[in-house]
């Protein structure tokens, strides 16, 4: 049976179509940015699990700061760092509402150390979506404490040396030590298969935070393809071969299992 | 007839938060302001109004706690002392640049650095002039008694919300440590979420499908954009200016001489006063009770009929600048000072008077 | 069962980043040789094997992709 385009480019055969919780804007990362794939994959658990109404959204300093032009909920930006204590604040005054963090790793695991050690510690029943690329975008692909070890930026023009530079902070592994966690996990979005499991740890996640149970924390290992200095797809195979020995893909802890 | 208990000041801003209506208390221990938040904790709030009280890791956590609090167009506050607020600094900045509305209070000890634990007014030039980045102001009100700081957390969120903008209660160890009688008024309850929406309908409340989504930030790249904010803003210091200077007079009708002083200050310059009277010297007092807003124009008012002016402060003359720059020239503009924890007494001021006044 | 599918891109919202493609398990996408508004080359189905997985829009990092997919 043979079918022409046109004939399949109708309404009623859609099966993936862009979801209606991103708004029009065009977003100003680089071209294959992780960012924009898991600002979609966000957008569809809020739309799917019919929450926009309930929903508060805090945005970091760094690449996202910008995160509120994108996704139609009600947005906090937060100073760099701060975002798990808005979060905390948000979320013990407006109990019946999902309460999400959205921060790089320069925002949550260099200058905001502080701020998610004790929201985890704490327990505070709060998401944090974690972007992990080992390099600060915005400001223009500096050293971060993600960094992998003999990794060019622009601060460790030869390679990250620990003797220098120390070493990679691996922020997921030590909050699960602490018991206010309940929910971790460390996700990709390179592939499609990778995209659809980050999207349901994300969903978890959320559904975690309304059982008071504690803080759910998603690590998404990511690729700043203009940091590293590479094409998009080159980056995520870098990403892969690289990123993923020291930053290994799964769930780290889940208090319900 | 309403009730009056025997209680600390920085009890007084604890019981008084409870009273009247606040949603979030979040805080840091340091001293001397611990009480406020050991009186919240032992009174159990979120057992009968529902407030909210957290004890943050840090300063920084605080204020940043209540930048997210205040988005949802909660009444919420903090309170530290001077080596705290310097920490706080940064996200006061945010919470001015952001419009939103909370209550800090500063119980002042001396400094710089970690300085001393003992009561000063060295603050505010960090509070008063700013304290953050940016062109900002902080309402600043100055409490010189318990009954003030119990008064002064309800006005100070009537102010926030008036012009969403962070009020600081600039206190001092004097006036935290303090044992006075404290007048309490009828409870006022806590804001319902209808209220909320009437009183702050900017807030982050969770976005229904009937309006646009709310963002609370302080970020704007284009030039043009930030620029129109700062004259909003502006626009909003003019009206405060305005509209809500607040100030005190003791005895300054006839007066040829006039103490400027806030805070404990005012407290034991109205001694002063009164020994300077009793010798027969037309002395008078002006206390300051909006720090920002100045009184600069009662300030040159009274500068016309004085033959000079004193700036009475705990610190190395910070006050003192914007006294001079109100009173313009008028008259001679002296100021007397201590620190590091010591207080004045009357008699050393009286003193320190008569030398600048060539009347010894 | 099989199913035939398309996908419709938003040329100028494209950014050419090239991730569909590396993801599309029948080939079915290509940069074009025109560009958009902004100068990225953008994608662009090719040939007749899309079987409309929507492998290519779920990775997009811009969501410009919108998938069709019928039964054959």
């Known amino acids: 049976m043979s079918i022409s385009i046109e004939e399949i480019k109708k309404p009623e055969n859609i099966v993936y179509r862009r979801p209606a919780l991103l708004t029009d804007n065009v977003m100003h990362y680089c071209p294959g940015c992780s960012h924009g794939t898991v600002h979609k994959l966000v957008a569809e658990v809020i739309e799917e699990m019919g929450i926009q109404d309930r929903t508060i959204g805090i945005s970091p300093v760094g690449c996202s700061v910008?995160?509120?032009?994108?996704?139609?909920?009600?947005?906090?930006?937060?100073?760099?760092?701060?975002?798990?204590?808005l979060a905390t604040a948000t979320k013990r005054?407006?109990?019946?509402?999902?309460?999400?963090?959205?921060?790089?790793?320069?925002?949550?695991?260099?200058?905001g150390t502080a701020e998610i050690i004790h929201a985890c510690s704490r327990g505070e029943n709060i998401v944090v979506i974690f972007i992990n690329n080992g390099i600060y975008g915005m400001t223009g692909g500096q050293m971060a404490p993600t960094t992998l070890i003999g990794m060019k930026t622009s601060t460790t023009p030869y390679g990250r040396d620990p003797k220098l530079n120390g070493f990679p902070l691996v922020i997921a592994d030590m909050i699960s030590h602490l018991d206010g966690t309940a929910y971790i996990t460390r996700q990709s979005v390179h592939t499609a298969v990778a995209a659809r499991k980050a999207k349901s740890a994300i969903?978890?996640?959320?559904?975690y935070s309304a059982k008071g149970i504690g803080l759910s924390f998603v690590e998404i290992v990511s690729t700043c393809?203009?940091?590293?200095?590479?094409?998009?797809?080159?980056?995520?195979?870098?990403?892969?071969?690289?990123?993923f020995a020291k930053y290994p893909i799964g769930d780290i802890k889940d208090v319900l299992k | 007839m309403a009730e009056k208990i025997l209680m600390k000041g920085n009890e007084a801003i604890a019981i008084s938060a409870i009273r009247n209506g606040v949603d979030g208390y979040f805080g840091y221990p340091i001293t001397p302001q611990s009480e406020v938040m050991e009186t919240l904790m032992k009174e159990k709030p979120w057992e009968t109004t529902g407030m909210v009280v957290l004890q943050a890791e840090s300063e920084t956590s605080s204020i940043n706690m209540l930048y997210g609090g205040?988005?949802?167009?909660?009444?919420?506050?903090?309170?530290?002392?001077?080596p705290g607020v310097s920490l706080m600094c940064e996200g006061i900045s945010y919470i001015a640049g952001a419009e939103l509305p909370c209550v800090v209070v500063d119980v002042m000890r001396g400094g710089p650095g970690l300085g001393t634990i003992q009561p000063s007014q060295s603050d505010y030039n960090q509070i008063v002039k700013g304290g953050g980045h940016g062109d900002y102001h902080n309402i600043v009100i100055a409490p010189a008694s318990a009954q003030d700081m119990y008064d002064f957390v309800d006005w100070g969120f009537e102010l926030a919300f008036k012009y969403r903008n962070p009020v600081v209660v600039l206190a001092d160890g004097i006036i935290g440590q303090m044992m006075e009688k404290v007048e309490m008024h009828p409870m006022k309850p806590r804001r319902t979420a209808e209220e909320?929406?009437?009183?702050?309908?900017?807030?982050?409340?969770?976005?229904?499908?009937?309006?646009?989504?709310?963002?609370?930030?302080?970020?704007?790249?284009?030039?043009d954009i930030q620029e129109q904010f700062n004259i909003k803003l502006k626009e909003k210091y003019a009206m405060i200016e305005a509209n809500e200077v607040r100030f005190s007079e003791y005895m300054t009708g006839d007066a040829e001489y006039i103490f400027v002083a806030f805070g404990c200050?005012?407290?034991?310059?109205?001694?002063?006063?009164?020994e300077l009277r009793a010798e027969g010297i037309k002395a008078g007092l002006l206390r300051p009770i909006t720090l920002y807003p100045f009184p600069s124009g009662e300030i040159a008012r009274l500068a016309a009929q004085a033959k000079s002016m004193m700036s009475i402060e705990l610190n190395l003359g910070q006050m003192v600048h914007d006294v001079r720059l109100a009173v313009n020239g008028a008259c001679p503009v002296g100021f007397y000072g201590r620190q590091g924890g010591n207080i004045y007494t009357p008699e050393e001021i009286?003193?320190?008077?008569k030398k600048f006044n060539g009347l010894a | 069962m099989a199913f035939k599918g398309a996908i419709e891109v938003d040329t100028q919202k494209c950014k050419g980043c090239s991730v569909c493609i590396a993801n599309c398990p029948t080939d079915s996408i290509r940069l074009s040789d025109k560009v958009n508004s902004k100068g990225y080359h953008y994608a662009e189905m090719t040939g007749d094997a899309c079987i409309g997985c929507s492998n290519c829009a779920t990775v997009c990092p811009d969501s410009v992709i919108t998938v069709y997919r019928v039964k054959i």
């Open chain 2, 70 to 82: 205040a988005s949802c167009g909660k009444k919420v506050m903090t309170s530290s002392s001077s």
């Open chain 1, 203 to 207: 969903r978890k996640a959320f559904e």
């Open chain 2, 265 to 274: 200050s005012s407290r034991i310059c109205e001694a002063v006063v009164d």
């Open chain 1, 66 to 85: 910008f995160a509120y032009n994108y996704i139609d909920i009600d947005w906090e930006e937060a100073a760099h760092g701060r975002a798990p204590a």
């Open chain 1, 225 to 243: 393809n203009s940091g590293w200095k590479m094409t998009p797809v080159e980056a995520n195979k870098w990403m892969v071969e690289n990123m």
């Open chain 2, 196 to 223: 909320i929406l009437r009183d702050a309908p900017w807030a982050v409340t969770g976005k229904p499908a009937s309006r646009e989504r709310h963002i609370i930030t302080s970020l704007s790249l284009d030039a």
């Open chain 1, 93 to 111: 005054l407006c109990p019946d509402k999902y309460v999400f963090t959205y921060q790089g790793d320069g925002d949550l695991a260099s200058i």
């Open chain 2, 350 to 353: 009286v003193a320190e008077f």
